[in-house]
């Protein structure tokens, strides 16, 4: 199984830590997909990969920023709630998925084929929605 980094969320069990990983895990294991966390709609990392490799900033504060202003936009624009951000840069993709409004958490990934990005929202969007009974056990 992967490494896990350690939640910056104090008291979230070990047992909820390790069925994160195993859904992590399996989600970079079944795509090209890296760099894969599960973050709080504040800015804290709950759970990472091991192939988290970047500056916990990164993974924690500016996806918690996008999100509020993606909320405000998509709210603004009266397109509903705001399900996901896709950041496309010369390399690859950075694709964030939130959830419903109710929900405290969102999937933080990355990948670099461009021409996959159909199946890999399949996939994040199926391990999001196995994740979310583990992580509405986790308090914010």
């Given at each position: 199984?992967?490494?896990?980094?350690?939640?910056?969320?104090?008291?979230?069990?070990?047992?909820?830590?390790?069925?994160?990983?195993?859904?992590?895990?399996?989600?970079?294991?079944?795509?090209?997909?890296?760099?894969?966390?599960?973050?709080?709609?504040?800015g804290l990392r709950?759970?990472?990969?091991?192939?988290?490799?970047?500056?916990?900033?990164?993974?924690?504060?500016?996806?918690?920023?996008?999100?509020?202003?993606?909320?405000?936009?998509?709210?603004?624009?009266?397109?509903?709630?705001?399900?996901?951000?896709?950041?496309?840069?010369?390399?690859?993709?950075?694709?964030?998925?939130?959830?419903?409004?109710?929900?405290?958490?969102?999937?933080?990934?990355?990948?670099?084929?461009?021409?996959?990005?159909?199946?890999?929202?399949?996939?994040?969007?199926?391990?999001?929605?196995?994740?979310?009974?583990?992580?509405?056990?986790?308090?914010?």
């Amino acid at each position: 199984m992967a490494s896990s980094h350690w939640s910056e969320l104090e008291g979230v069990d070990k047992d909820i830590l390790a069925e994160l990983m195993r859904n992590l895990e399996w989600l970079e294991s079944s795509t090209d997909l890296e760099g894969t966390a599960i973050v709080s709609k504040t800015g804290l990392r709950i759970a990472s990969s091991e192939t988290t490799d970047v500056v916990a900033d990164i993974y924690s504060a500016s996806p918690a920023t996008l999100i509020s202003l993606g909320e405000k936009i998509s709210d603004g624009l009266e397109q509903g709630e705001l399900r996901e951000i896709v950041i496309r840069g010369t390399t690859g993709y950075t694709i964030i998925v939130v959830g419903s409004s109710n929900n405290n958490f969102m999937l933080f990934t990355n990948c670099k084929k461009g021409y996959k990005l159909g199946y890999y929202f399949h996939k994040i969007r199926k391990a999001f929605s196995a994740m979310q009974p583990v992580l509405d056990k986790i308090e914010t």
